[in-house]
């Protein structure tokens, strides 16, 4: 019997395993800016964005000390963190330059442009915010598409200017 999710399902949160607990949440609180939810020791926090109970969870319990988790293998591929606004994603991307941290990447998809960067223990993160939908890309037959161009930078950045 064929099942859809419905539509206003949303993914509530991810939990991540870190090998030093204060590093990631210097990380994570500290330059991202979540808010720290609660803590239980020196093993697991949790954090958000708003308020909310958590949208991140870091823990230590299988991964205090050890190495990032192998580029090749099965796993996570990274964690998208929406943005509201593009303005949004500018200020981070400023603070975050401003930093020296490091990108892997910059993107725009049509439906939503995006950075990439790594976390601490190598996690993968995509920041990114979501266009209007009537502003989607769409093919001939009138069905989304995505696509892969290199982020303008620049013009990301002129949404600070007003």
């Given at each position: 019997?064929?099942?859809?999710?419905?539509?206003a399902t949303t993914i509530g949160h991810v939990h991540l395993k870190v090998s030093d607990l204060q590093r990631s949440l210097d990380f994570y609180c500290g330059l991202l800016g979540f808010e720290l939810m609660t803590k239980f020791g020196d093993q697991a926090a949790f954090i958000s964005a708003g308020g909310y109970h958590h949208h991140i969870g870091l823990n230590t319990w299988h991964s205090k000390g050890m190495p990032p988790a192998p580029e090749h293998a099965a796993g996570l591929y990274h964690v998208a963190i929406l943005y509201p606004t593009?303005?949004?994603?500018?200020?981070i991307y400023k603070r975050l330059t401003g930093a020296g941290v490091a990108f892997t990447?910059?993107?725009?998809?049509?439906v939503s442009e995006a950075?990439?960067?790594?976390?601490?223990?190598?996690?993968?993160?995509e920041l990114y915010w979501d266009r209007p939908r009537d502003q989607w890309p769409k093919d001939e037959n009138g069905e989304?598409?995505?696509?892969?161009?290199?982020l303008n930078l620049s013009d990301l950045l002129q949404e600070l200017n007003g």
């Amino acid at each position: 019997m064929s099942y859809t999710v419905p539509a206003a399902t949303t993914i509530g949160h991810v939990h991540l395993k870190v090998s030093d607990l204060q590093r990631s949440l210097d990380f994570y609180c500290g330059l991202l800016g979540f808010e720290l939810m609660t803590k239980f020791g020196d093993q697991a926090a949790f954090i958000s964005a708003g308020g909310y109970h958590h949208h991140i969870g870091l823990n230590t319990w299988h991964s205090k000390g050890m190495p990032p988790a192998p580029e090749h293998a099965a796993g996570l591929y990274h964690v998208a963190i929406l943005y509201p606004t593009r303005k949004d994603l500018a200020e981070i991307y400023k603070r975050l330059t401003g930093a020296g941290v490091a990108f892997t990447g910059f993107a725009d998809h049509g439906v939503s442009e995006a950075l990439y960067l790594n976390d601490p223990d190598l996690n993968g993160l995509e920041l990114y915010w979501d266009r209007p939908r009537d502003q989607w890309p769409k093919d001939e037959n009138g069905e989304f598409t995505m696509y892969t161009h290199r982020l303008n930078l620049s013009d990301l950045l002129q949404e600070l200017n007003g």
